[in-house]
């Protein structure tokens, strides 16, 4: 074995060039067995094991400086640069993030999990290296779809008027996420199909150095290449086709199902944990609304499964010019959203909640100054949603309830959810937002709420002394809560729902002040600059106590949900021993 002796890039160049198959093999075999063990990104890092062993055979990292973009395919990096035991060792195996992490290494030099940042990054670092006069390779690695972020487009553009080393690789394995869309990848397939000689050049036109390579995961032509480009003095682009999930054969078949994916049998595939359930609430709301209304528009920047939007129904609805994959472009699709709006379409944009501070500038000016009536989802919001410190939904609240215009509703339940997306669009007024719980629970009975008149919250218990306000997913948790205080205490909380979190029911707060002391409020996302803030400041100098909780200020990653929300105070118990202080704090007094 080859991998047992790398310790990091160095040995790696003691090798003969002839061993560095055998080494990528290897390295493969190591990132098949963690990833069938625990999950993970599965194609993007089957897909550059040669190009990582040839990158880091050619190219003196830490000193010559390597960019990933996205970095969800820096798996075979990691394991080539000191980390290889949390790969080859099941109890390490926790040891590393999914993502390039400067606290892991010098040969990390960002911590990176959005798209299309490669090359501005590069460029930041290429202009430095000039003015601290550093002759080291600047090495940008993107891919995945990642060319269709916008970002990716400003850093060609600029790239293309620099005049020093920046050495760009463009890893084309004809994929993102799901299949990629858009004007650029039909140019991409025809460089592929002439072998880089094709003159609808969008590199050269912007000036750029290009070269092409077929031969992805040929080891010597991939260091071939590499070494013929080290040290010069202009920037280019690298083309290299290779295969998502290489090696794996039902990963090369499908490539979208196995972007990522949970622990799985590595003879055939099949999960180990048994095949996911996935609710079809979203997806049927949306495919409802397409069906009745021959005029609705359904967007999706690079995730349309998140939609529920699979195999023959996505090709089916994309058919009708009326469900749209943008791409990786965010931006794109909310400006698109408000085009749509306009016009006079219901027009939806789903979108991951990590991902909605993209368009933080297309939400507020395009969308929400024009006034136009699109509806957004926002997925996989708050502490529940996604747990990595790249991906936290954490500030989706910020984010959208102090835009003016926008309406940010939050359903507590199935039925409200349902009923809230039926509102949102077929309104005219203002555009609607709505925070798609992660996990669907029904309430039992059916919505009826006239969501046209804003700001009124919904009391679901009476009570008294306290009062809890909770957002959303926690409303089973302040529920839980005033089942918990009737059996200790003998009499109730009241509990209500605020639904709307872009204002606040001044007239129910009003009201709180005649038999309450007390108000808690609960949400899963940061605290600073949160919805329970906004209850707070509604009271001011009043003589109401409030006390609001949250999660912290921080980027939290790899945690649990519940874990997280009792490290800030969010558990039945302690919520219960803190709202029996306070009251008999007020008794006292």
Known sequence: MYLENINGPEDIKKLPVEALQTLADETRS??????????????????????TVALHYVFDSPRDKIVWDVSHQSYPHK???????????????????????????????????????????????????????????????????ALSGGEAYEGLDCAGEYGGNLIIILNDNEQSVA??????????????????????????????????????????????????????????????????????????ADRE?????????????????????????????????????????????????????????????????????VGI??????????????YGSPAVFGVYAPFLQRTYDQLSHDLCLNDNPAAILVLLPGAYGMKSNTHLGLCDIQMLAHVPNLVYLTPAYREEYRRMFDYATTQRSHPVAIRVPVRFIDC???????????????????????????????????????????????????????????????????????????????????????????IASWYGTSTMKVANFGISKAFHTDFNAEALLAENGISVPKLLDFIEAQLADGKRA
């Open 257 to 325: 199902e196995w972007h990522s994916g949970s622990p799985f049998n590595v003879a055939d595939g099949t999960p180990k944990n048994g095949y996911p359930v996935y609710d079809t609430t979203v997806y049927d709301s949306l495919t409802g609304l397409l069906s009745r209304d021959e005029h609705a528009i359904v967007l999706t920047a690079g995730t349309p499964r998140a939609l529920g939007f699979v195999g023959e129904a996505r090709a089916r609805w994309a058919a009708t010019g009326r469900f749209v994959d």
């Open 444 to 534: 039992g009975r059916e919505d009826d709420t006239d969501y046209s008149i804003p700001n009124r919250a919904k009391v679901l218990r009476e009570g008294e002394g306290a009062a809890v306000i909770a957002v959303g997913s926690l409303v089973p948790m302040a529920l839980a809560l005033a089942d918990a205080w009737k059996q200790a205490m003998g009499c109730d909380l009241t509990v209500i729902n605020p639904v709307f979190l872009t204002g606040v029911d001044g007239g129910l707060l009003e009201s709180l002040k005649q038999r309450h002391r007390l108000v808690v409020t609960l949400e899963d996302g940061e605290l600073d600059g949160g919805y329970g803030q906004r």
């Open 30 to 51: 190591a990132l098949v067995g963690r990833l069938s063990a625990i999950g993970g990104h599965v194609g993007s890092n089957l897909g550059v094991v040669e190009l």
């Open 79 to 145: 394991i080539l640069t000191g980390r290889k035991q949390a790969y080859l060792d099941p109890a390490h195996y926790r040891d590393v993030t999914g993502f390039t992490n400067p606290r892991e290494s010098v040969h990390d030099l960002f911590t990176i999990g959005h798209t299309a940042t490669s090359i501005p990054l590069a460029m930041g670092l290429a202009k430095a290296r000039d003015a601290f006069g550093g002759t080291e390779n600047v090495v940008a690695v993107i891919g995945d779809g």
């Open 179 to 252: 299949e990629n869309h858009g004007g650029l990848y039909r140019g991409l397939r025809r460089l592929r199909e002439s072998g880089g000689a094709c003159p609808d050049n969008l590199f050269r036109g912007l000036g750029l150095d290009y070269r092409y390579l077929e031969e992805g995961h040929d080891v010597p032509k991939l260091a071939a290449l590499f070494e013929s480009v080290r040290g010069i003095d202009h920037p280019i682009v690298l083309h290299i086709h290779t295969v998502k999930g290489k090696g794996l054969p039902y990963a090369e």
């Open 329 to 342: 472009a965010e931006e794109c699709a909310m400006a698109m959203a408000s085009g749509a709006a306009k």
